[in-house]
């Protein structure tokens, strides 16, 4: 065989594309084994959110406990703009969640990325529940309680062609894998650019990159906002998927969940550990959930286990076994 | 013409006068040694002179600019770098690596989101220069933390030199080194003082006397004692203070 061909075919093997052939037939094998696809979706919507949120903590060493609070303001950005602005136009009320919950994450940024360690999560944690108050009481504009609903999912005409409505579930997860592909290639590219490896060196020795010439204040604060932004792209995929924003979306225990999703996965040490942490929360959750009213306590001692027994998660456990070989020192 | 002048530099943590009226001045290609008992003030002094921790009192001058109450980043990008006592170089990254993030840094090449690390050529060539000038060519692709101690040491100054500096702080390079790998740090900062101005914190008398130009001795917070080798070697008050009496070099 040629060594073209054999390029194909090393590639072909490679996990990563196994992975994204698995999720592309999902929607097709899933029916057949009495699933159904809105889990397959929801994963990956947390997906993306756990790649942003890995962003500050497996690369960064920054730990946000009010990050779900991101992730809301993208679908409050998005519903406010599609009750209020425009359901047409579809990228408009997108970006308009997108740009909300990054110009808010830029400001939170600024205010805290002088802090170290326990305040500056403390912090993070203080101001998430105060997005999720006035969330919660801000009735004019967030629909209080009962939040915002009657949203629609975008469609899209194709000149001379069909028009793709995502209210259909099937394309509507392939719209969202679309996306997180996208925000793969993003994020993966960030982290491997120069402004990627002074966020690492930050994490290993802030007073060192400091002392390099780094003014480590602008670094921290840009990696919150590019967090926020795509977090708040997941807000916006998230209220696509419910059709709704409610204030229950900013709650602190979401933020829990994402910083569980994100160190079962393994993102400490690899790029594509929220994937892997999103899938297996996601599938635990729905699966004690359906079998016991304390699916929270089984919850809880698979999050124990995990931080005792494999503290590097999923991808450090494929690591081990020799399953995965990451390129770079963070995978 | 002093290059760095500190000037009555003071600082207390609580009732403790850490650092206690020092002044201190550097002309160019000078070395001078800083040596003192453990606790005289000599590391928080490098904190002082490089803008990680503010002084209650005191100014920091270099090449006549009041530089006093500039951050650590901007410290170093006007020509002052440092090494340090306690390891603190980027375990995780390999020799080369290391020395990369120190020039790109340097070239102002911090904030590029979507280019690829590697792409940037006019970085990475900058790098082997740096790594053969302090002997670590042949252990370039190796982690820090895979590193020996010595090694360690000596990637702590590489570091520092990748900011091109005039004056470099080089705090207790020889600590915890065996006697070849002290030699070894012995001629790199030989080689060094050719071009650059050095401030240097030691406790091997044997590197101090062998390298100084100037000795200063520091005791609770205070310079008890300043002058040329020889006679920092005969002074009684520097005696009583490091060995409560002789020298036993």
Known sequence: ?331 | MELIAIENMAKSFGGLRAVDGVTVELKERELVSVIGPNGAGKTTLFNLITGFIKPDRGKVFFKGEDITHLPVQKMVRKGIARSFQLLNVFSELTVFENIRMGIQAHMGFGFQFLTSLDSLTEVREKVPAIVESVGLHDKENVRAKDLSYGDNKILDVAIALTSNPEVILLDEPTSGLAMRETGRMLDLIGKLSERLTILLVEHDMNVVFALSKRIIVMDQGKIIAEGLPDDIRKDERVQEAYFGGEWSC
């Open chain 1, 1 to 331: 065989m040629n060594s073209f061909g054999s390029r194909i075919l090393r590639l072909g093997g490679h996990p990563i594309t196994l992975t994204l052939f698995l999720f592309a037939i999902l929607p097709l094998a899933l029916p057949l084994i009495g699933g159904h696809i809105s889990l397959a979706t929801e994963i990956l919507i947390m997906s993306i959110f756990g790649l942003a949120f890995n962003l500050l903590l497996g690369y960064t060493g920054l730990t946000s406990f009010g990050h779900a609070a991101y992730l809301g303001l993208g679908a409050y950005g998005f519903a406010l703009c599609e009750l209020y602005l425009t359901k047409r136009v579809w990228f408009v009320p997108i970006l308009s969640g997108i740009l909300l919950a990054g110009i808010i994450a830029f400001l939170v940024g600024f205010v805290i990325s002088k802090k170290r360690g326990i305040y500056y999560s403390l912090l993070t944690l203080a101001i998430g529940q105060l997005f999720y108050f006035i969330a919660f009481r801000w009735n004019e504009v967030t629909g209080g309680e009962t939040g915002l609903t009657g949203l629609v999912r975008p469609s899209f005409r194709i000149p001379g062609l069909f028009l793709l409505d995502l209210s259909n579930a099937t394309l509507f997860y392939y719209f969202v894998l679309l996306t997180l592909l996208v925000t793969m290639a993003i994020l993966r590219r960030i982290v491997n650019s120069p402004f990627g490896a002074v966020l690492q060196i930050i994490k290993q020795n802030e007073t060192r990159a400091r002392y390099l010439g780094y003014n480590t204040f602008w670094y921290k604060c840009a990696c919150f906002t590019i967090s926020g932004l795509f977090s708040g792209l997941a807000g916006v995929l998230y209220a696509m998927f419910t059709y709704c924003a409610f204030a229950d979306y900013l709650y602190w225990v979401n933020s829990g969940d994402v910083v569980m999703m994100t160190l079962i996965g393994g993102g400490l040490t690899s790029f594509f550990g929220p994937l892997a942490g999103a899938a297996i929360f996601i599938v635990a959750k729905n699966f004690f959930s359906s079998v016991t009213q304390h699916w929270q306590i089984f919850m809880g001692i698979i999050f124990v286990i995990f931080i005792l027994a494999f503290p590097e998660g999923f991808f450090g456990i494929l690591r081990k076994q020799k399953l995965f070989r990451p390129k770079t020192t963070s995978g």
